[in-house]
């Protein structure tokens, strides 16, 4: 078995389609099941939005869980412009496992996101000239990797041919995906390693018993709901006469967001309102007015909560046959309020986009994305995708 613990959601199910793409028997669960017997388990959970000695207590708790499984090993994934509480989670991963250090390979290169030389770089630039400078949670304010991670002057940063020091936490730059296969091959039983969903392609690459398949899109049909519940990226929606790529668009009330708790009486009409949308033409969109939230300071974890308390309502007003999630913090918040703790991957539609099953519901399926990445053309469709 191989092991993951991700930190947010929807980078469990980017390695879970990873998984699903090199034929692994693949699961995404919340908890550690002692009887697990897939190939690949990721532990998904949501640290990111957590405060930083909680986020430790769970990853701590959770390796401890993992390694009484016996796993091959277990892969650390972090966000790919580095967002999170990085250099605690592995420290306290370092303690709960006995490994003496930890090899972080920061960025994506697939997707433009390099660590070059003590800079990170974006689409070309240094991140902190990006939008990410105004990520509402972890905002980039500087390109220099040990300033981005908030680390202290402890954290060593070594180059290709540098020798690995025996102990402590290590950054590793990677400009090209040659470097992440030198980092790969560096990489022995006493390192924890740390990266992207680009570094662990090329981890399973590395492996002499994984082996690429194909796999066949689910049959199409149903009641789908997209839940746009990043705050970062809503200005891409490109309306007409109201509809995004012909689905209607509900924006959650301004009330709804100014609201200090999650239950806003709000909710019910705008839920209902949403479901009557479904029942009508099949899909509908929630998502957050970027005009509206340019102006106002808001809190990201209620958010999602709110968000999360209006996508129950829909499914108590009208049977859905696919929820489609943007953010991972909205994502894992959803899936606490519908009680989902196990997910199987089924299709991977695009890089980050996968669509899986839910454990124990032949009804309800989920796709899930980051905030960061866009939608692929194919869940346009006015009917997509059914669980099989």
Same mark, same amino acid.
């Given at each position: 078995?191989?092991?993951?613990?991700?930190?947010?959601?929807?980078?469990?199910?980017?390695?879970?389609?990873?998984?699903? *793409?090199?034929?692994?028997?693949?699961? $995404?669960?919340?908890?550690?099941?002692?009887? !697990?017997?897939?190939?690949?388990?990721?532990?998904?959970?949501?640290?990111?939005?957590?405060?930083?000695?909680?986020?430790?207590?769970?990853?701590?708790?959770?390796?401890?869980?993992?390694?009484?499984?016996?796993?091959?090993?277990?892969?650390?994934?972090?966000?790919?412009?580095?967002?999170?509480?990085?250099?605690?989670?592995?420290?306290?991963?370092?303690?709960?496992?006995?490994?003496?250090?930890?090899?972080?390979?920061?960025?994506?290169?697939?997707?433009?996101?390099?660590?070059?030389?003590?800079?990170?770089?974006?689409?070309?630039?240094?991140?902190?000239?990006?939008?990410?400078?105004?990520?509402?949670?972890?905002?980039?304010?500087?390109?220099?990797?040990?300033?981005?991670?908030?680390?202290?002057?402890?954290?060593?940063?070594?180059?290709?041919?540098?020798?690995?020091?025996?102990?402590?936490?290590?950054?590793?730059?990677? *400009?090209?995906?040659?470097?992440?296969?030198?980092?790969?091959?560096?990489?022995?039983?006493?390192?924890?390693?740390?990266?992207?969903?680009?570094?662990?392609?090329?981890?399973?690459?590395?492996?002499?018993?994984?082996?690429?398949?194909?796999?066949?899109?689910?049959?199409?049909?149903?009641?789908?709901?997209?839940?746009?519940?990043?705050?970062?990226?809503?200005?891409?929606?490109?309306?007409?006469?109201?509809?995004?790529?012909?689905?209607?668009?509900?924006?959650?009330?301004?009330?709804?967001?100014?609201?200090?708790?999650?239950?806003?009486?709000?909710?019910?009409?705008?839920?209902?309102? $949403?479901?009557?949308?479904?029942?009508?033409?099949?899909?509908?969109?929630?998502?957050?007015?970027?005009?509206?939230?340019?102006?106002?300071?808001?809190?990201?974890?209620?958010?999602?909560?709110?968000?999360?308390?209006?996508?129950?309502?829909?499914?108590?007003?009208?049977?859905?046959?696919?929820?489609?999630?943007?953010?991972?913090?909205?994502?894992?918040?959803?899936?606490?309020?519908?009680?989902?703790?196990?997910?199987?991957?089924?299709?991977?539609?695009?890089?980050?986009?996968?669509?899986?099953?839910?454990?124990?519901? *032949?009804?309800? !399926?989920?796709?899930?994305?980051?905030?960061?990445?866009?939608?692929?053309?194919?869940?346009?469709?006015?009917?997509?995708?059914?669980?099989?």
């Amino acid at each position: 078995m191989i092991a993951v613990i991700a930190d947010d959601l929807t980078g469990a199910a980017e390695l879970a389609g990873i998984g699903l *793409n090199h034929g692994l028997r693949t699961e $995404v669960s919340t908890t550690v099941d002692e009887y !697990c017997d897939a190939d690949l388990l990721i532990i998904a959970t949501d640290t990111r939005s957590l405060t930083e000695p909680k986020a430790k207590e769970i990853v701590h708790h959770l390796t401890v869980q993992l390694q009484r499984l016996n796993p091959r090993f277990i892969f650390k994934k972090i966000d790919s412009v580095l967002r999170g509480h990085i250099i605690e989670e592995l420290q306290s991963q370092l303690v709960a496992s006995g490994l003496k250090r930890a090899l972080i390979i920061p960025g994506n290169p697939h997707h433009s996101k390099k660590l070059i030389g003590e800079t990170f770089h974006y689409n070309g630039a240094p991140i902190h000239l990006s939008d990410f400078a105004n990520d509402p949670t972890f905002p980039a304010l500087s390109s220099n990797i040990i300033e981005l991670l908030r680390a202290d002057e402890k954290i060593q940063l070594v180059k290709k041919d540098d020798k690995l020091p025996a102990t402590g936490i290590i950054i590793g730059a990677a *400009n090209d995906e040659d470097d992440l296969k030198y980092w790969v091959n560096k990489t022995d039983s006493d390192t924890l390693l740390a990266g992207s969903a680009n570094l662990f392609t090329t981890l399973l690459e590395s492996l002499t018993n994984s082996q690429k398949v194909e796999t066949t899109a689910p049959e199409t049909t149903g009641r789908r709901l997209f839940v746009f519940g990043s705050t970062f990226y809503q200005g891409k929606l490109n309306l007409s006469d109201g509809r995004h790529n012909n689905i209607p668009v509900h924006y959650v009330p301004a009330a709804t967001i100014c609201a200090e708790t999650s239950g806003d009486n709000v909710h019910a009409l705008f839920a209902s309102h $949403v479901a009557s949308s479904i029942v009508a033409g099949n899909n509908a969109i929630i998502a957050i007015n970027p005009d509206f939230i340019k102006h106002i300071k808001v809190n990201p974890l209620l958010l999602s909560h709110k968000m999360a308390d209006i996508v129950k309502q829909v499914i108590d007003h009208t049977s859905l046959h696919e929820l489609l999630i943007e953010g991972g913090a909205t994502a894992w918040a959803i899936l606490e309020r519908l009680n989902i703790k196990k997910l199987y991957p089924s299709k991977l539609i695009a890089p980050g986009v996968i669509h899986m099953r839910v454990a124990g519901n *032949n009804q309800l !399926c989920l796709t899930l994305k980051p905030g960061s990445y866009p939608w692929p053309a194919p869940v346009w469709g006015t009917n997509n995708y059914t669980c099989i």
